[in-house]
């Protein structure tokens, strides 16, 4: 009799471990499912906006930034070829006076021009 129970207790618990494994799997499959539909949303909202998906900004973002703080960790130039880092020199530095505004044609709009400096 032991022996039957054994062997009952056995198939149960081998059927049971198949349910947990068969609903893990349903879990996974449609955990995958809910993630691409969300990436074929994202991607579509994004052709239709014509704006790129936050997180691809968010992404080059940190990329460049990483760029500008260290050194050979992204390839600098198109292919991966990497461009030879210029010459660090220390200079004394000096203050620019600034030039005087030049004179205003009559009729423009009133006020210090304040693009003149910086477009010459």
Not at 49 to 77: D, E, H, I, L, M
């Amino acid at each position: 009799m032991n022996g039957l129970f054994d062997f009952f207790g056995r198939v149960l618990r081998g059927v049971l471990r198949l349910v947990l494994v068969l609903a893990a799997l349903v879990f996974v499959f449609s955990l995958l499912l809910a993630a691409l539909v969300v990436v074929v949303a994202v991607s579509l909202w994004a052709l239709l906006t014509g704006r790129k998906p936050a997180p691809a900004v968010v992404f080059s973002r940190f990329r460049q930034t990483s760029q500008r703080y260290t050194q050979g960790v992204w390839p600098n130039g198109a292919g991966g070829v990497r461009r030879p880092m210029g010459d660090v020199v220390d200079v004394q530095a000096t203050e620019v006076p600034d030039a005087p505004a030049p004179a205003r044609e009559p009729g423009s709009r009133s006020g210090p021009d304040t693009m003149a400096r910086s477009l010459r």
